[in-house]
């Protein structure tokens, strides 16, 4: 089954202690982008990869960190949380570059930082 | 700057009245619009999208949009509500940069929860 995986669905952590949520997708999609969702904000961008080695910021990169080692993986790294970066998160692929193609997305990962 | 509104936070129907969320883009965006929805506790799924083919746009589970240029809009509806239809709803539209490149960013609209009661 063609789809984006993430884990942890749920995790709490406190100020400051790094973490990192993976991402994963089978349909060997160049493009991913992590993407932070907020109550009246809808999604926003914080990352994205147009293939492996190729990353760069989107609307709101501050506090975290990708990588792009292989092309299925593309894990949101946090390394000094902060209570602001409770939130929502999404993965999400995309084949080619058309702005038309479809993004699929992942379950999410809730985070909550104290 | 590329940007979609969604007109209304939340929206309630009863089960078998028509639905009707709104959304309206800014004229510099390209000719290219989605809708997604987000059941509870799940990712988003897209809906149905505007590639410039047709301005009436069929989606999954009954869902259509009619595309208006004039209007700037781009409203999701379905003639007859159901109970599983509750879920919020985003609009959303690719960004594009000056060479027209989208890096995969979609830009999105605030979100409508849809209620449905019986």
């Known amino acids: 089954e063609a789809q984006v995986t993430q884990n942890p669905r749920y995790l709490i952590t406190v100020t400051g202690k790094k973490l990192t949520v993976t991402c994963s997708q089978n349909?060997?999609?160049?493009?991913m982008s992590w993407y932070r969702q907020d109550p009246g904000l809808g999604l926003r961008q914080i990352y994205y990869?147009?293939?492996?080695?190729?990353?760069d910021k989107g609307d709101v990169p501050e506090g975290y960190k990708v990588s792009r080692k292989e092309k299925r993986n593309f894990p949101l790294i946090l390394e000094s949380p902060s209570p602001n970066q409770t939130s929502l998160y999404f993965c999400?692929?995309?084949?080619?570059?058309?702005?038309?193609?479809?993004?699929?997305f992942g379950p999410g990962t809730r985070l909550t930082v104290l | 700057a590329q940007s979609v509104t969604q007109l209304g936070s939340h929206v309630s129907v009863s089960e078998g009245a028509l639905v009707l969320l709104r959304c309206n883009y800014s004229?510099?965006?390209?000719?290219?619009l989605f809708w997604y929805v987000q059941y509870p506790n799940q990712g988003l799924q897209l809906l149905l999208k505007?590639?410039?083919?047709?301005?009436l746009v069929k989606g999954i589970n009954g869902f259509e949009a009619e595309f208006k240029k004039s209007e700037t809009s781009f409203h999701l509806t379905k003639p007859s509500a159901h109970m599983s239809d509750a879920a919020e709803y985003f609009c959303?539209?690719?960004?594009?940069?000056?060479?027209?490149?989208?890096?995969?960013?979609?830009?999105f609209g605030q979100g409508t929860i849809l209620t449905v009661h019986p």
């Open positions: 999400a692929s995309r084949w080619g570059d058309r702005p038309y193609n479809e993004q699929f």
């Open positions: 349909m060997n999609h160049e493009y």
């Open positions: 990869s147009m293939n492996v080695e190729v990353t």
């Open positions: 004229s510099s965006v390209p000719p290219y």
């Open positions: 505007y590639t410039s083919a047709a301005t």
């Open positions: 959303a539209v690719p960004y594009l940069n000056a060479g027209g490149t989208s890096y995969g960013k979609l830009t």
